[in-house]
């Protein structure tokens, strides 16, 4: 059989590797009794002479033995345990970036430290991964009694935190905290616009808990930040009166000789390209008319640094009256939320596309113009898998009790090998096979008898479900039948976990979801030591009282331990099988710790939906061949392989959405690896002038290629069309037409060089009359926000593409492939436009002081950092979409109707009934 063949294999390659690291093993060991020769001050020395060994160049490879055989030493002394045996294996194969499966109860908590401590003597930090807030925060602090006591410092990452208070739990050497947490503060990382600001210093080594839990169940769905970038709505409904007040010119100045305007204006049109330009009286009498309006002070103009989003919504609105028309580019309709909505129209094929909105403010501008409310836009700030997220990692290792049946799937999608560690002491549970009912009402009735028999005996249950509603009906046939018993389902953690510690003893019913009490595992007779430790805290009691009252606990607590033996140990009931078995042995590894006894027993009926779907025909064809009875089970090593072979059917079809979210999501991550990195540059870069300069060649070299194509010759060239656009939209004046007549032979390079030193000479002027190291920061914002804005409208357009990808089917095309085609050509349009709208501002922007100049970097910034209504998406425990709101709104201000907006007089009262102005309030133009 091939099956048992391959796990000879694998089976013996687990075996080789665990033999290697008995052999280390035996040095920790012959290491002890030095190490217990010295006193708590020389054993904490160690830290620090492991510390400078390293700094000499030493591996940690080569301090292994040493280091494991320091923190056990410390633990026994710190936390009065000693690390078993098995527990330096799993430590070792954690160390080598592997996946550790031992069982609940093996100290997986404890075992963790080994590595942790190893990997946080190089000071690059360590990063420990838990399911929930209240598991990093217990294990970081029953845990950091060893690390403090060796001289290491612990902190946790927690949500509420604020940045200060994040910035030093992630310089401390190891660092508890979520899946979640982490991916978040590394994405909000990658928003900000001051190096100081971020909270993260790199990510070196982490090992996650519970791993099959955080990279297989959440892995479903991805971290995203969403939110409302500024809101602009007042701007736009200002503008949107400012446009019609502006003439469109008629008839082109020829440039040569000024003549051909047939009626002077204020705007010219390019309707091929869709664009407006501002002729010099357009800028004039725009300027004057802003000023009257209020919206710049007066003698300001256009391309004054404040000015610069102003000059922005100014174009948008222009292009929304003039170039896009209702009914031909665009309808309006009723929206989903009642009122009115602009739908765009797809030009070629005339198809309305619902949802998508044009960018660069465009579209505001459009529902400004139709007196339509303009939608606050609530976009993907930033947004990651946890599959990406975790293979940042310069090194990445796990732990848990069931990763073997996913093995493949840790291997193939993170390179992380599964190492099977022997427990500590054999388990000692029977798990029995599945009893198969007809009918779900039967198969109620057995499990509740079979819950009923323990209790009466004394018999501690833990009765398992996968979701809340199988554990509210449990519940009621439980309260029918007057049983008594707790009910929990992962909702408080902390005092789930409290319950769960004592789910142990005598008679106790407890049904629990699968994440309920995650992270505690289940003493025979009770936790009596969580009982202890709370003795600790009662003032009542003086010290030799607390002893008494211990050690009488500690009698009774072992009664009760060999009672509960003597009855069978923990017994496991379950109502239905989990899609996954790796869920179900989870459950299952909840009896049978550190070598207990115990059962388990899974009651099942042709109704459960796995069965329904996947193996009720096989099942139920044996039923008939064995002539069975209603009432009666089916209990057969075959049912319970079928429905084995059911389960890896939905496995392998659960591992196929996560690999296809993860190839459509690999897409988006090399772009966001490349526009983080871009980031980061631009922040750590001293000087940005290298930078921008390349930028202005590439912009201009487009720009050029675009009159005067390559390897072209002089009949091709439209060098009037060049120098209109050269002095209108980038105010250069450059006379190439004159330079061309009076030079004896010029080629498309000469033109192109020309241009880009013009431009370069353009820019260095500015640059001389300010001073470089005044305009780095401005440049810096510049650069950060337009890369902002435009990966924004990118994850935008990607989201929209993958939901409309798959209809290209029907074109016979490969979904993906298009996908990562057209992804990557909207990639290069991000990059081109922001390369665009950089150099545009930095090269017309009008400057008269450095105040002005750090005043409006600082409102970039600013801009830059208000986003209102952010909110958090993360996948739940069980791998669902789970949203989490930041702030209400950005200025708890309640939003007004379209029609409020804009009837309301600059000078009236509020209408949201503020008391203030309008233009102080809903009205205040940003
Ligand atoms: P897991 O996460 O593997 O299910 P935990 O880390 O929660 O297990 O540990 C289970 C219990 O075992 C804890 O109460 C812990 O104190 C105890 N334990 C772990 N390792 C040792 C040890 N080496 N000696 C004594 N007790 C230990
Ligand atoms: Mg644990």
Redesign the pocket.
Known sequence: MPITFLTKIFGSRNDRLLKTYRKTIAQINALEPQYEKLDDAQLTAKTQEFKDRITAGETLDALLAEAFAVVREGSKRAMK????DV?LLGGMSLHNGKISE?G???????TSTLPVYLNALTGNGVHVVTVNDYLASRDARWMGKLYEFLGMTVGINLPAMSREEKQAAYRCDITYGTNNEYGFDYLRDNMVYEVSDRVQRGLNFAIIDEVDSILIDEARTPLIISGQAEDHTAMYIAMNTVAPELTKQEGEADPRTGEGVIKPGDFTLDEKTQQVFLTEQGHENAERILSNLGLIPEGSTLYDPANITLVHHLYAALRASHLYHRDQHYVVQDGESGGKEIVIVDEFTGRLMSGRRWSDGLHQAVEAKEGVQIQAENQTLASITFQNYFRLYAKLAGMT?TANTEAFEFSEIYGLETTIIPPNRVSMREDQLDRVYKTTREKYEAAIKDIRECHERGQPVLVGTTSIENSEIIDQLLIKEKLPHQVLNAKQHAREADIVAQAGKPGMITIATNMAGR???IVLGGNVEKIIEALQADDSMDDIAREKEATRLRAEWAKEHEQVKTLGGLRIIATERHESRRIDNQLRGRSGRQGDNGSSRFYLSLDDPLMRIFAGERVKSIMDRLKMPDGEAIEAGIVSRSIESAQRKVESRNFDTRKQLLEYDDVANDQRKVIYQQRNDIMDAASLTGQIASLREGCFTDLTRQYVPVESVEEQWDIAGLEKVLREEWLIDLPLAKDIESASAMTDEDILEKVIAAAHAVFADKLAQIGEENFVQFERMVLLQSIDTHWREHLSALDYLRKGIHLRGYAQKQPKQEYKREAFELFGQLLDSAKNEVTKTLMTVRIQSSEELTQAAEAIENRGERIANVTYTAPTETGEEEVRIEEETQRGLKPLTAEQMQRTGRNDPCPCGSGKKFKQCHGKLK
């Open positions: 345990m000693r690390h078993f527990q031992m609940t109860g093996e100290g997986k908590t404890l009790g992270g505690t595992d």
